[in-house]
């Protein structure tokens, strides 16, 4: 088993949806959590943590899910520019001197007018 | 602006030559990073600095060498290219606890 895994997509979705990805993680020790965007052809960009309690960003929100390990970043109404790939990160043993970042492959995303 | 600064931005080898990816940040971040990014695979971490004078090895670092000059500067040296080396190659900084500052990226092809 990976231990970040993403679904890959694409998700199409019309302009104004609402969409939600998720990242499952393996190691129940992670600590931290992240969610980035990346543009075609561009570098991957940090969209926003993920909270324990979870967080919102404007249309963007962020949760975490330690029992069933895995995050979520929902997406309200949908714009033609959040089309990108969304980057899960999680990381771990930041105390411990194995410490460790690992990215989900990214899910793809396609807003369509 | 502030951030990561990667050169060149594009480049092609031919199998054998060597070349080296420069890769400077300014935001004071301890740790610096390389990774490479493929279709399907993901970004792969080669080599990490976690502060300056340390570099240590990550996920993929066979063919590959590293030298933190300083804080500010991270470089990536490949010294004998091969065609599996073609991929796209991002520099990061971080600072505790926070996300990943990357680099706008290097697309490399050996032919």
């Known amino acids: 088993r990976k231990e970040v895994e993403q679904d890959p997509g694409p998700f199409n979705v019309p302009e104004g949806a609402t969409v939600a990805f998720n990242c499952t993680y393996s190691?129940?020790?992670?600590?931290?959590f992240f969610w980035y965007r990346q543009d075609c052809r561009k570098e991957p960009k940090l969209l926003m943590s993920?909270?324990?309690s979870g967080n919102e960003d404007g249309r963007f929100t962020a949760q975490l899910n330690r029992a069933s390990q895995y995050i979520s970043l929902l997406i309200r109404d949908s714009k033609l520019s959040d089309s990108a790939t969304y980057l899960c990160?999680?990381?771990?043993?930041?105390?411990?001197?194995?410490?460790?970042?690992?990215f989900g492959t990214g899910t793809r995303l396609k807003v369509l007018a | 602006n502030a951030g990561v600064t990667q050169t060149p931005k594009f480049q092609v080898l031919k199998t054998g030559q060597s070349m080296t990816l420069q890769c400077a940040q300014d935001?004071?971040?301890?740790?610096m990073y390389w990774y490479r990014q493929d279709p399907g695979m993901g970004l792969r971490l080669i080599y990490y600095?976690?502060?300056?004078?340390?570099?240590d090895k990550g996920e993929v670092p066979n063919g590959y060498n590293v030298s933190r000059l300083n804080k500010r500067e991270f470089s990536l040296r490949l010294e004998s290219a091969a065609p599996s080396q073609t991929s796209v190659y991002f520099c990061?900084?971080?600072?505790?606890?926070?996300?990943?500052?990357f680099g706008s990226g290097t697309r490399l092809t050996v032919v």
């Open positions: 600095s976690a502060s300056e004078g340390t570099t």
């Open positions: 990061a900084s971080r600072s505790a606890g926070v996300g990943y500052t």
């Open positions: 990160a999680v990381s771990w043993g930041a105390t411990s001197g194995t410490y460790k970042y690992i």
């Open positions: 935001m004071n971040h301890n740790s």
């Open positions: 993920v909270y324990s």
């Open positions: 190691n129940s020790a992670s600590q931290s």
